[in-house]
């Protein structure tokens, strides 16, 4: 069974740090691709980054040179290092994974996620 929990989420200034993590299990890394989605209020879930697991990475464009992902094969843990943060970045922030991720960005691309962590930029 896959399952992916987040951590991390907080309340930080604008221009500040954070780093968001995913524990993951029931899965391998070379097998699915592995997305961080966000949830702003009255908004929909939009695709952030994307590490598929043909080794190519998508950012979303307003996040590019400010947000970074990662994964720990070890620890079975994937990050989200965001950097710079605005208070447009302010949402609830969800890691998901796929199997058959084909390339789009869009959230049904998807099918297991976590319950996601909150992530509030003051400015």
């Known amino acids: 069974e896959v399952q992916l929990v987040e951590s991390g989420g907080g309340l930080v200034q604008a221009g500040g740090s954070l780093r968001v993590s995913c524990a993951t299990s029931g899965f391998s890394f070379d097998d699915f691709s592995i997305a961080w989605f966000r949830q702003a209020p009255g908004k929909g879930r939009e695709a952030v980054c994307i590490?598929?697991?043909?080794?190519?990475?998508y950012y979303e464009i307003s996040v590019k040179g400010r947000f970074t992902v990662s994964k720990d094969n070890t620890k079975k843990m994937v990050y989200l290092q965001m950097k710079d943060l605005r208070p447009e970045d302010s949402a609830i922030y969800y890691c998901?994974?796929?199997?058959?991720?084909?390339?789009?960005?869009?959230?049904?691309?998807?099918?297991?996620w976590g319950q996601g962590t909150q992530v509030t930029v003051s400015s």
């Open positions: 998901a994974a796929d199997r058959w991720y084909s390339g789009r960005t869009d959230e049904t691309e998807f099918g297991n």
């Open positions: 590490s598929s697991s043909d080794g190519s990475t």
